[in-house]
Nanobody
Framework: QVRVVESGGGLVQAGGSLRLSCAASGISFSINDMGWYRQPPGKQRELVATITTGANTNYADSVKGRFTIARDNAKNTVTLQMNSLKPEDTAVYYC?????????WGQGTQVTVSS
């Protein structure tokens, strides 16, 4: 059974940093893209950043220059380094792993940025 588990969320002041980690286990296939998405309070889930197996990255405009995504293909892990955090970054952050036929999602980790 595939499991995707995030960790590293928490409460931080504006301007601070957090590092999110995600591990996918129970994998019997090759994972394609991995990524981070977030759902702010009262809003829809949105893309934060994605990364291919070849380390090509894509970022939402709102996080470019502040967030960095990285992955370890051998370990099926992905991280999100978040710097210069803003109150508008407050959201539940979800990790996603793209399998052959579907995405696998974690349960989410809360990130709260106080002003």
């Amino acid at each position: 059974q595939v499991r995707v588990v995030e960790s590293g969320g928490g409460l931080v002041q504006a301007g601070g940093s957090l590092r999110l980690s995600c591990a996918a286990s129970g994998i019997s296939f090759s994972i394609n893209d991995m990524g981070w998405y977030r759902q702010p309070p009262g809003k829809q889930r949105e893309l934060v950043a994605t990364i291919t197996t070849g380390a090509n990255t894509n970022y939402a405009d709102s996080v470019k220059g502040r967030f960095t995504i990285a992955r370890d293909n051998a370990k099926n892990t992905v991280t999100l380094q978040m710097n210069s955090l803003k109150p508008e970054d407050t959201a539940v952050y979800y990790c996603a792993a793209q399998g052959p036929a579907r995405y696998y999602w974690g349960q989410g980790t809360q990130v709260t940025v106080s002003s």
